[in-house]
T-cell receptor, first 111, second 112 residues
Framework: ETGVTQTPRHLVMGMTNKKSLKCEQH?????MYWYKQSAKKPLELMFV???????ENNSVPSRFSPECPNSSHLFLHLHTLQPEDSALYLC??????????FGEGSRLTVL | QKEVEQDPGPLSVPEGAIVSLNCTYS??????FMWYRQYSRKGPELLMY????GNKEDGRFTAQVDKSSKYISLFIRDSQPSDSATYLC????????????FGSGTQLTVLP
């Protein structure tokens, strides 16, 4: 595996479900990010982890819960989501001051 | 007002055309300017990176920044069907990736 890999690629969940998105980076970077991409809207930065410590939380609702057990893995735990949370969730990694490398994203649909 | 404004398109051009993609920004502190390309069902990838004003050329691609008018442009010469993608502009005041502000993206289709 190379680069940034995200699983699952597609996820459909009900509003009462609990699910998790997984991201793994094989680039040796020290920072990892979660972004939300909705149609016709700019990428929204959700969370930033640097050396597995959370350094940024951009006023994200508590129904999104990130977890970073080490510098290579990042999770986004989802519970009691709303239909407006349907979007493409992108994971990225970088050296802290460097270029962002994105995964292919997890397409989430909330029914 | 959004910090980075980008016309969402869609934009369709014939193969071989010169394409001009544009963004405007409002934050005078922005010093770093980037263009990301995102193919369908893929994540964005960095295409061009410039610092402050001026031009930067890489093959068929030229990135241009005019800080006096807060205008960012990407030109594609001799466009190819493989250039069909969504192009995202992004800017930041410093070199930190977490400070990047993205535009909403312009969807480009190059017709063979």
């Amino acid at each position: 595996e190379t680069g940034v890999t995200q699983t699952p690629r597609h996820l459909v969940m009900g509003m009462t479900n609990k699910k998790s998105l997984k991201c793994e980076q094989h680039l040796g970077h020290n920072a990892m990010y979660w972004y939300k991409q909705s149609a016709k809207k700019p990428l929204e930065l959700m969370f930033v982890y640097n050396f597995k410590e959370q350094t940024e939380n951009n006023s994200v609702p508590s129904r999104f819960s990130p977890e970073c057990p080490n510098s290579s893995h990042l999770f986004l735990h989802l519970h009691t989501l709303q239909p407006e949370d349907s979007a493409l969730y992108l994971c990225a990694s970088s050296q802290y001051t460097g270029e962002l490398f994105f995964g292919e994203g997890s397409r989430l649909t909330v029914l | 007002q959004k910090e980075v404004e980008q016309d969402p398109g869609p934009l369709s051009v014939p193969e071989g055309a010169i394409v001009s993609l544009n963004c405007t920004y409002s934050n005078s502190a922005f010093q770093y300017f980037m263009w990301y390309r995102q193919y369908s069902r893929k994540g964005p990838e960095l295409l061009m990176y410039t610092y402050s004003s001026g031009n930067k050329e890489d093959g068929r691609f030229t990135a241009q920044v005019d800080k006096s008018s807060k205008y960012i442009s990407l030109f594609i010469r001799d466009s190819q069907p493989s250039d069909s993608a969504t192009y995202l502009c992004a800017s930041s005041p410093g070199g930190s990736a977490r400070q990047l502000t993205f535009g909403s993206g312009t969807q480009l289709t190059v017709l063979p």
